[in-house]
């Protein structure tokens, strides 16, 4: 068994401290000794460390008048890194951007236009592209959304199968404008680390760390809205699959058509609820047989919408289809799930970087 080193025990020790900063928001140094059970020396000389390397400073007094170190109250320095979380869909890009507590500081949005002549894509020849210049459109509100700050991550959600290994798109999303190289291109444009994921997935980060998969290690989300999709998250990690088509499910369907079809907010919308918790009941089924994630989440707009109430009738279609037992939940996250999974997401990748991996 490896011994810590005192090197690598203070790295553990300031983690823990930033991780509970960033969860209580203040702490003065005796809230911080309670929660760490670290001794006071030990945290008097983390304190000092993190005030020096400028992760955290002091923010206010507790205890009113009270004077003395044990009256200091600790924040992050929030300010430290800015990420930026992109929701690209095939006529919108929105982007918010937060600083390194998670507080957002700038959002912007932008059409992307598909006026000009198409041309055909030798990556994707199955579809025409509009000659829409999207890297522009992505970089400009980015830009707008950051201001004067610079940017440590940005995480792109998109439709589309996105492979683990490249970091590309696998296959055309039918968003205008899309090019192979976008990526290369956004990395030449904008100065910070940049990554894409599959916009489902990235529902089902914002759903495991603030919706109604919190503290579930697995769990299958369903996205109903104007597409549809699925995202697997199994020991508390999101799946992608061995080329990022983990959770495709939407091929597969009934005789008169595929999930995908049948699912789609316009045949929602001819559908009485029990009818349609019977078709999403027959699609949770496919992942549930294979899995048994204990959880269904019902994200996107259909999710949302329906409630607990549309909840429950596809748990009781599900019962019948299936002899594991599976919990079935609305989706809860406030606002847009896809950006805020790409907020998440970001946030992960520069708290990693600035205060070291969290202890495991």
């Excluded at 030990?42 to 009113?64: A, F, P, Y």
């Excluded at 490249?166 to 910070?192: F, H, K, M, Y």
């Excluded at 894409?196 to 089902?204: P, S």
């Amino acid at each position: 068994m490896r011994t810590a080193t005192p090197q690598m025990a203070r790295a553990i020790n300031d983690r823990l401290a930033l991780d509970l900063l960033l969860e209580h928001g203040t702490l003065t140094a005796p809230q911080l000794r309670a929660l760490t059970g670290l001794s006071r020396p030990t945290v008097s000389d983390l304190i000092e460390r993190l005030q020096t390397n400028g992760l955290i400073e002091v923010v206010g007094k507790s205890g009113g008048e009270r004077r003395g170190p044990n009256a200091r109250l600790y924040g992050i320095v929030a300010g430290r890194a800015h990420v930026a979380g992109v929701d690209i869909r095939r006529d919108t890009v929105t982007v918010t951007v937060a600083d390194i507590t998670g507080e957002p500081v700038g959002s912007a949005s932008r059409e992307i236009g598909t006026d000009g002549p198409r041309t055909a894509s030798p990556t994707y020849p199955q579809h025409a592209r509009a000659a829409t210049p999207l890297a522009g459109v992505i970089a400009e509100t980015v830009a707008t959304a950051a201001g004067s700050r610079s940017l440590h991550a940005v995480v792109l959600g998109a439709p589309g199968m996105v492979n683990p290994h490249s970091g590309e798109l696998a296959v055309d999303n039918g968003v205008p404008g899309w090019q192979p190289n976008l990526l290369q291109t956004l990395r030449r444009r904008i100065d910070a680390q940049i990554s894409l994921e599959n916009d489902v997935n990235l529902a089902a980060v914002a759903e495991h760390r603030a919706g109604s998969a919190q503290g579930r290690e697995d769990f299958v989300l369903l996205w109903l809205d104007d597409a549809v999709g699925a995202a697997v998250t199994l020991g508390g990690r999101l799946r992608r699959g061995a080329s990022g088509g983990a959770g495709e499910v939407t091929p597969l369907g009934f005789p008169e058509g595929s999930f995908c079809d049948l699912l789609d907010a316009k045949a929602v919308s001819e559908l009485d609820q029990d009818t349609l918790a019977a078709r999403i009941a027959r699609m949770a089924f496919t992942a549930v047989a294979v899995l048994d994630p204990g959880l269904v989440v019902l994200g996107g707009e259909t999710g949302r919408s329906g409630g607990e109430e549309l909840a429950a009738r596809v748990g009781e279609h599900l019962d019948t289809l299936s002899p594991v037992p599976t919990q079935v939940r609305a989706g809860t996250v406030e606002g847009n799930a896809i950006l805020n999974g790409a907020l998440f997401t970001a946030l992960s990748l520069a708290q990693r970087d600035v205060f070291g991996d969290a202890p495991t």
